[in-house]
T-cell receptor, first 109, second 114 residues
């Protein structure tokens, strides 16, 4: 079956750096997405990786290794507003998005 | 403001009742989707539509139906609601089914079936 694994919850300190990992086993691969979802709100797009390597976008970076079935989202200079759930999703060979359960990130002052 | 609008935002429903969740987008996106989100689980696809006039079944279609009469609207109907359909429902859209970019989500509809 298809599976996306990410930690259920992480805690970090304001101003610090945190890395949220995502591993996947899917039927084919057509890209990996990261979304942010604040409590009670809709998910919003953060990043898309289809090739190996690091994509940087401001304080957020996303890394992909297709051979390892692995990605991470790196958040730098953490702010309180970064407290949210971070969803990893993989586009499989049928162009269906397979979603992880999400990682709840708690930022402490 | 361009985007996706869902209605209602929240609804409590008696089991056995029929319910339609509405979804409208004004971005002229071809593809639209309905997901449900339950605690501890990832978003699960209920139904999708690649373009107006076509629909397809997702991962968890049972008990749900959709229609796509035009580009903008994609309603989701629960013919006879059951308590296991208590969930938060998200409508989403994208430029194409072959996702290479952003999926836009509505604000969600929180449904409680008693």
């Amino acid at each position: 079956g298809q599976n996306i694994d990410q930690p259920t919850e992480m805690t970090a300190t304001e101003g610090a750096i945190v890395q949220i990992n995502c591993t996947y086993q899917t039927s084919g691969f057509n890209g990996l997405f990261w979304y942010q979802q604040h409590a009670g709100e809709a998910p919003t797009f953060l990043s898309y990786n289809v090739l190996d390597g690091l994509e940087e976008k401001g304080r957020f970076s996303s890394f992909l290794s297709r051979s390892k079935g692995y990605s991470y989202l790196l958040l730098k200079e953490l702010q309180m507003k970064d407290s949210a759930s971070y969803l990893c999703a993989v586009l499989d060979s049928n162009y269906q998005l397979i979603w992880g359960a999400g990682t709840k990130l708690i930022i402490k002052p | 403001i361009a985007g996706i609008t869902q209605a209602p935002t929240s609804q409590i429903l008696a089991a056995g009742r029929r319910m339609t969740l509405r979804c409208t987008q004004d971005m002229r996106h071809n593809a639209m989707y309905w997901y449900r989100q339950d605690l501890g689980l990832g978003l699960r696809l209920i139904h999708y539509s690649n373009t107006a006039g076509t629909t397809g079944k997702g991962e968890v279609p049972d008990g749900y139906s959709v229609s796509r009469a035009n580009t903008d609207d994609f309603p989701l109907t629960l013919a006879s609601a059951v308590p296991s359909q208590t969930s938060v429902y998200f409508c989403a859209s994208s430029d194409s089914r072959a996702l290479t970019g952003e999926l836009f989500f509505g604000e969600g509809s929180r449904l409680t079936v008693l």
